[in-house]
């Protein structure tokens, strides 16, 4: 389109002119004299010249008013007929305005708030607000921007901005469209008008900003980056008289907008309505006509109009022409008998929907819930939410195909990815099942609304810890996000948002945990019962960590103590009760016994005669005697009313540690530290039978793959192969002329190896045979450890090497030495590629089993490293030391991840749970100890020997453990721990709960 030539030149001379005939009409009327013939015309008529020129000027203005009003609203252009001339659901654009029509006067309205008299007393930020519906979009976009060019002073339209959830960069891509070279994902400058103008060498032009769907500054982007936005805006308007804002939104959102910090902007908005009948006509006729398009009959068009009444009549009549359109073709006619097909202006949009479900196989999943996410909710009622491809399903996207084929969703691209929305949020409200499953999911889908824009304030603040949800908000939360997958399916932002949420809560809760399970230890001696309610809270209302565990078990085994017996002058020893229950007797090192009334606590009677400790102590079961054994290598028996010696029992050769009576209270039983069990003849003293099994210290055992047998290895030089089960006795594998220091099965179960100090290695067949005699260490054989394939045996020394042999023939395939002192434990990673070794030298090794080679030296112990074992999926490693910690080491790059501390001596032995997820230690200490494996928290001493020990191995379904010790016993330990049963069990014994005072103090929310 041509522009019209300014009247400028005439505006000129008129100025001049003016001024010419003031200035000779000035002198002329002061002039006293006579003067020549049109000079004295001048003079005697320069008040009708005056008069005549003024009236000049204002037909000249008046003229420029008319010219400019013409090109304001000129005659529409030619219409293209490649184009369809209705866009159906979608608004109109600047190339559309040919055939736009029923908007003149909103039109001439917003060109006049574009070209105020006074600019500088005007608001330049114009909202324009209606119902959805009502062609706001298309009134902006088709009516005003194509007058607005036609406009003198050449105004820079920047193409729409439509928000999204991150509307600075929808500034920036859109103003890189007018601006080449703009950065499409830095922010905005607040000078990005003069940019505009210098890029595009207009440095005097106007500048429009159109925001398109400004509602969605409120339902999409976060108030943070809402914010921004707007403040952004304001500062370039500030700062910038000729830089001008239409803002499109609908009517519902201003009351949000004028409550943000930047209301100022809305003031004085333009309110579009709904077309009346008269101006719907002109829509359907004008387009048609300038189309070629006629109507059978020629009433159709008011017929249309009166069936269009309604908020959403725009975009459902154009959807009905458009399907008339191209029903008809080039040039055709529109009749009522198509339009009556296709089911009018209300029912076009829900017969295409229909028709699009039922080709997907019906209006359900997946076609519902696929369009379920582009659907949010906004001050109480639906609106349009854009999605991008790469976040939906395969299945999705077909979906998504057939809608966008039917012209009821539109796609854009946007870099890498597609961008896509409902052409119209009057699908929202027309078609039925839509309406429905919106109207049954609004609770979740206002929770997915609310956790986008929660979760973007978040990456906004740089994911400030602040900004995440707690307590029961984040409950709420992520019991909404899982109630309904189709529905609430969110984007990676907002999954990740929740898993910091939880992680952080999760951290806050352990760490209150943590301090109230301390104030429970704290208490736990002078007042269990409180220190059991304190327990309880850091365990089912913060989080159930390793401390508040250990808290709430001291407390059950405080909140049973009943009463206190003291009187012995040294440690005791040994314990039991009389079977009536009111007595109890005690053993001592400062040799005496006592029994002890149990209810009130008070000493009856103090039996002295053993000449050392007494260790073990046993009541008959009528109650009358009391059985003793010490460290004197006697047994005595008492009368237990009178406190008498009745019989000695001698025989021993060591230390007497236990004492038990036959059911029929004649025969007595003892254990000693000379290797033996004998049995008595309680009456007369004699004895009867002498029980014997390992002849000195247990210092290794082994679980068989299949949890059946126990390999036992004793400083009496044998192994011993045991039923799990029964306890019985099955092998005793004789051989070596050393201690047997170890024992290991191989993973087949059939085979059985043992170390010892005589320098040699032996297999043995599970019956007890020997079938091969490793020989080529120079000094003890500390460990052994079968490879996973059972092909190859590694073994540690005395002599500082490590070596690898054949399992089958014997023979020795390599030797592995830079150890700097003895090599003490070796245990195989998971695939066999590498071995674990420790040693004296406060070191433990990775070696590379095909080259020999040293991987990875592990440092940070302070003493000497007993033990090592490799994690189930060989990507950890723990070892323990004499300096009573256990370390757990990332076995690639050989750093520490974690120092396990709580043993009170060496730790001998490690083992990790075949789920890879505890680890089981054994110290000198006597205790056997459970830790998690990840966070290295101990979770339970499950057990303790008399002596140290040595070593401890799981079974193979993680429940059990076994320990041999240098009591000279091997145990079996229950590995697992009920949290709900220890809970259960304290919930029984309490009798009270924590008052609203001492969970103000705990900073525990109030119950009820």
Not at 126 to 153: D, E, F
Not at 942 to 955: F, M, P, Y
Request: overall charge negative; charged content about 25%; proline content about 5%.
């Amino acid at each position: 389109m041509t522009r019209k030539r300014s009247p400028l030149p005439v505006q000129v001379l008129l100025f001049l002119l003016a001024t010419l005939l003031g200035a000779a009409t000035n002198n002329l009327t002061n002039s006293r004299g006579p003067l020549p013939l049109g000079l004295e015309f001048l003079r005697d008529q320069s008040l009708p010249l005056t008069g005549v020129t003024v009236l000049l000027i204002i037909g000249v203005m008046v003229w420029q008013h008319w010219t400019e009003e013409r090109l304001a609203l000129p005659a529409h252009p030619a219409w293209d007929s490649d184009r369809p001339p209705f866009p159906g659901l979608e608004a109109f654009t600047e190339q559309d305005s040919a055939v736009f029509f029923g908007r003149d006067a909103e039109v001439t309205e917003l060109l006049d708030r574009l070209h105020p008299v006074v600019a500088a007393q005007v608001n330049r930020l114009v909202a324009v607000v209606g119902p959805s519906g009502a062609g706001k979009s298309s009134l902006v976009q088709a009516g005003v921007v194509p007058r607005l060019r036609l406009r003198r002073g050449g105004w820079i339209v920047v193409p729409p901005i439509v928000p999204g959830d991150h509307p600075l960069r929808s500034l920036a891509r859109s103003l890189a469209a007018v601006c080449p070279g703009h950065p499409t994902e830095d922010v905005p400058a607040p000078r990005f008008a003069d940019e505009l103008r210098t890029a595009q060498g207009r440095p005097n032009a106007p500048v429009l900003v159109i925001v398109d769907q400004a509602e969605e500054l409120i339902t999409l982007s976060g108030p943070a980056e809402r914010d921004a936005f707007l403040g952004l805006l304001a500062s370039t308007l500030d700062s910038d008289p000729r830089l001008w804002i239409i803002m499109i939104m609908r009517s519902e959102f201003l009351t949000a907008f004028l409550g943000t910090e930047q209301a100022r902007l809305f003031r004085d908005p333009v309110a579009v309505g709904t077309l009346g009948g008269t101006a719907l006509v002109e829509v359907i006729e004008q387009p048609a006509s300038r189309a070629g398009l006629t109507f059978d009959p020629p009433t159709l068009p008011q017929l249309m109009a009166a069936d269009a009444g309604g908020g959403d009549a725009l975009p459902l009549l154009a959807y009905a022409l458009q399907e008339l359109c191209l029903a008809a073709g080039s040039g055709g006619v529109l009749t009522a008998d198509a339009y009556q097909r296709i089911g009018g202006v209300t029912g076009v949009l829900t017969r295409q929907a229909d028709k699009v479900a039922a080709e997907l196989g019906g209006a359900d999943k997946p076609v519902l819930s696929t369009l379920l996410k582009f659907v949010t909710i906004g001050e109480n009622e639906p609106t349009r939410r854009r999605v991008r491809r790469s976040a939906l399903s395969d299945a999705q996207w077909r979906v998504v195909q057939a809608f966008i084929a039917a012209r009821l969703l539109t796609s854009a691209a946007e870099g890498d990815d597609v961008i896509l929305e409902v052409a119209h949020e009057a699908l929202f409200r027309h078609w039925a099942p839509l309406q429905q499953a919106i109207e049954a999911s609004a609770d979740q889908l206002r929770w997915r609304a609310d956790l986008e824009r929660w979760a973007k304030d978040w990456e906004s603040s740089g994911r400030q810890d602040a900004y995440l949800l707690r307590d029961e908000r984040l409950k709420a939360a992520q019991r909404w996000a899982v109630s309904d997958g189709d529905v609430v399916a969110s984007p990676a932002l907002v999954a990740e948002f929740l898993a910091c949420s939880d992680r952080a809560d999760v951290a806050t809760m352990q760490r209150l945990s943590e301090t109230i399970a301390r104030q429970a230890l704290a208490t736990v001696d002078r007042d269990p019962d409180h220190s059991l309610l304190l327990a309880l809270a850091a365990l089912e209302e913060c989080a159930p960590t390793a401390l508040a565990l250990r808290a709430l078990t001291a407390a059950l085994v405080a909140s049973q103590l009943r009463v206190v017996l003291r009187g012995h002058d040294d440690g005791v020893q040994g314990v039991g009760w009389s079977p009536d229950g009111r007595r109890l007797a005690t053993g001592s090192r400062d040799r005496t016994v006592r029994i002890w009334d149990t209810d009130g606590g008070d000493e009856l009677v103090v039996l002295r005669g053993h000449d050392d400790w007494v260790w073990g102590v046993g009541w008959s079961l009528d109650g009358r005697r009391l059985a003793t054994g010490s460290r004197d290598r006697t047994v005595r028996i008492w009368d237990a009313d009178g406190g008498g010696e009745l019989v000695v029992l001698r025989g021993h050769d060591d230390w007497v540690w236990g004492v038990g009576w036959s059911s029929d209270g004649r025969r007595l039983a003892t254990v000693s530290g000379d290797r033996t069990a004998r049995i008595w003849d309680a009456d007369g003293g004699g004895g009867l039978v002498v029980l014997r099994g390992h002849g000195d210290w247990v210092q290794g055992v082994g679980w068989s793959p299949d949890g059946r047998r126990l390999a036992t290895g004793s400083r009496d030089r044998t192994a011993r192969i045991w039923d799990a089960d029964s306890g019985g006795e099955l092998a005793v594998l004789r051989g070596h002329n050393g201690p047997v220091e170890g024992v290991a099965w191989s993973p087949d179960g059939r085979r059985l190896a043992t170390v010892s100090s005589d320098w040699t290695v032996r297999i043995w067949d599970g019956d007890g045979g020997e079938l091969v005699v490793l020989r080529g260490h120079d000094d003890w054989v500390r460990g052994v450890a079968w490879s996973p394939d059972g092909r190859r045996l590694a073994t540690v020394s005395s002599d500082r090497t490590v070596r690898i042999w054949d399992a089958n023939g014997g023979d020795e395939l390599a030797v592995l030495r830079g150890h700097d002192d003895e090599a003490i434990g070796v245990a195989w990673s998971s695939d066999g590629r590498r071995l674990a070794t420790v040693s004296g030298d406060r070191t433990a090794r990775i070696w590379d089993t095909d080259s020999g080679g040293e991987l990875a030296v592990l440092r940070g112990h302070g003493l000497w490293v007993q033990g090592v074992a490799w994690s189930p999926d060989g990507r950890r490693l723990a070892t323990v030391s004499g300096d009573r910690t256990v370390r757990i080491w990332d076995a690639d790059s050989g750093g520490e991840l974690a120092v396990l501390r709580g043993h009170d001596d060496w730790v001998q032995g490690v083992a990790w749970s075949p789920d890879g997820r505890r680890l089981a230690t054994a110290s000198s200490d006597r205790t056997v100890r459970i830790w998690d494996g990840e966070s290295g928290a101990e979770i339970i001493v499950v057990g303790a020997h008399t002596g140290g020990v040595e070593s401890v191995s799981w079974s193979p379904d993680g429940k059990r453990v076994a320990t041999a010790s240098q009591d000279g016993t091997s145990r079996v330990w229950d590995a697992t721990i009920s949290i709900e049963d220890l809970v259960a069990t304290a919930r029984r014994r309490v009798s009270r709960e924590l008052t609203t005072e001492e969970r103000r103090n705990l900073m525990l929310p109030p119950t009820g």
